[in-house]
């Protein structure tokens, strides 16, 4: 038997799991869980990173003795070190407003064309380059570090750029595998302080002495670079058993998209807004960010509301289709009082603002359902290949109602589960780097429970709601 550490930070919680694998399972178990609350400081939206790090040790000291320790998170935010090593600022969330007007002015001086061969990347305001252009701490900068980076950092001092969040940066060149030190300097940006790749897989040092002593754990104790990006080991965990599917990496955010052998860098793809991001052994992870659930969690935020599992019975017994919105909307961004954007949203559209909480959820899950399906629908037809199974992994995988919606809209059997899917495929990393596991995807199929939705009605009425929206 052996036994990973498998640490797992989302926007507002992170999770140290234990993962027992023996070879024929995998299970996972929760030893701590810890708020990840942003703290806006002198106007500006911060990370708790010092916190996050203190969930870290607490979660390594209740997991034990461990064979390995594995840090994924959400992409694109990073730290920035000094000449002697230490954190310059605290790193800022990506919702920050510190980026406005930025993308648009690196667009018009490069071209779009230039960014989008280079990177592969969707055009989002908040992806690394952006935020480095708009970074008052670069001056002193010598390295900068991802934010599972700079967690590895604290728990090893090993210094180094795990390839699936590099990838997410807009300065790591998605046809070579490297940094894309040139557009760097042409963009005016110290490509010194990027670091070494590491692939996962690979090992990222043993704990420092403070560290083994704050945890209990043996200082030989080692830490391996997983799919460092959260969406990255998500994907890794997709139990697929046919290489035609697509997955919805679904919490936060909703990842839509294939996994492909090559990046697709077509005027067409940039155009429709898709990214290339780095996946596991130089796979592609051909998606589109759409807006997710964290438009039902700020409306939730707004109303005072915790009973997630009532909101969805309500929404599940009221009409059909009322109001529709476009999640991608720019107004949806930032955090803030969501049904005021949504009403305002309508009304903009000329469609009457849902009347109620259970309309306003039913409005943004039909929403979030007919943008799965329309950017299912161009990922196939960008990449040319087929689908015939979408796998629901993340949080959203419990989400009965949006998973039934799903599966109606794309008019496609939707296989929900794991819920776990980035602690499991960070752990699952670990492992097959130990030789413990060889096929990742059948040891998830053999050892998560996965509830299939068929997909019932027919798909008209979301074709006749998805012409309600404005054509992208
Ligand atoms: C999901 C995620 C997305 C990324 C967004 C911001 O947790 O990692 O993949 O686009 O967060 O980093």
Redesign the pocket.
């Known amino acids: 038997m052996s036994v990973y550490a498998a640490v797992d930070l989302?926007?507002s919680s992170g999770r140290v799991m234990t993962a027992r694998i023996d070879g024929e399972r995998i299970d996972l178990t929760e030893v701590h869980r810890f708020a990840n609350r942003p703290v806006r400081v002198g106007g500006t939206l911060h990370w708790d990173i010092l916190a996050l790090h203190r969930g870290v040790l607490d979660g390594l000291r209740a997991a034990g003795p461990v064979d390995s320790i594995g840090i994924d998170s959400?992409?694109?935010?990073y730290g920035l070190l000094d000449g002697a090593g230490r954190l310059i600022g605290n790193p800022v969330h990506?919702r920050d407003g510190r980026t406005a007007g930025v993308m648009e002015r690196v667009v018009a001086e490069l071209g779009a064309d230039t960014l989008y061969q280079v990177g592969g990347l969707q055009f989002?305001p908040?992806n690394t380059v952006y935020q480095l252009l708009a970074e008052p701490g670069l001056d002193r900068a010598e390295t900068l570090l991802m934010i599972p980076d700079l967690l590895t950092h604290w728990l090893t001092g090993s210094v180094g750029a795990e390839v699936t969040n590099a990838s997410?940066t807009g300065l790591y060149d998605v046809r070579t595998g490297d940094w894309a030190r040139d557009l760097a300097e042409r963009l005016g940006l110290p490509a010194g302080i990027l670091p070494e790749l590491r692939r996962p897989g690979s090992p990222a040092g043993t704990l420092l002495a403070d560290v083994a002593e704050e945890t209990g754990l043996p200082g030989t104790t080692p830490v391996t670079a997983v799919a460092s990006?959260?969406?990255a080991s998500a994907v890794v965990a997709v139990p697929a058993s046919t290489g035609r599917f697509a997955y919805i990496?679904s919490?936060?955010?909703s990842?839509v998209g294939l996994e492909l052998p090559k990046p697709v860098l077509t005027e067409e793809s940039r155009l429709a807004n898709f990214t290339n991001e780095g996946g596991l052994d130089g796979t592609i992870r051909y998606l589109r960010?759409v807006m997710g659930l964290w438009i039902l969690q700020e409306c939730m935020r707004t109303w005072g509301e915790t009973d997630v599992a009532g909101l969805l019975d309500a929404a599940a017994q009221v009409p059909p289709f009322e109001a529709v919105i476009d999640p991608d909307d720019p107004a949806f961004l930032p955090p803030g009082d969501m049904p005021a954007r949504i009403a305002a949203y309508c009304e903009r559209t000329g469609q009457r603002p849902p009347q109620g909480r259970a309309q306003t959820v039913r409005c943004v899950l039909e929403s979030l359902a007919l943008a799965y399906r329309r950017t299912l629908r161009d990922a196939v037809r960008l990449s040319g290949q087929d689908v015939e199974v979408v796998h629901v992994v993340g949080g959203g995988a419990r989400n009965a109602l949006l998973c039934r919606m799903t599966a109606e809209a794309t008019g496609l059997p939707v296989v929900a589960g794991p819920v776990e899917a980035a602690a499991l495929g960070n752990a699952l990393v670990q492992a097959r780097a130990q030789g413990v596991v060889s096929d990742i995807r059948a040891l998830v199929r053999q050892s998560e429970h996965l509830v299939t939705y068929m997909p019932e009605g027919g798909q008209e009425p979301w074709a006749r709601a998805e012409e309600r929206l404005p054509v992208r």
């Not at 959400?74 to 935010?77: E, G, K, L």
Request: aromatic share 22%; glycine share 10%; hydrophobic share 40%.
């Open positions: 989302g926007a959400w992409a694109v935010d990506y989002l908040f997410t990006h959260d969406t990496s919490g936060t955010w990842l960010n």
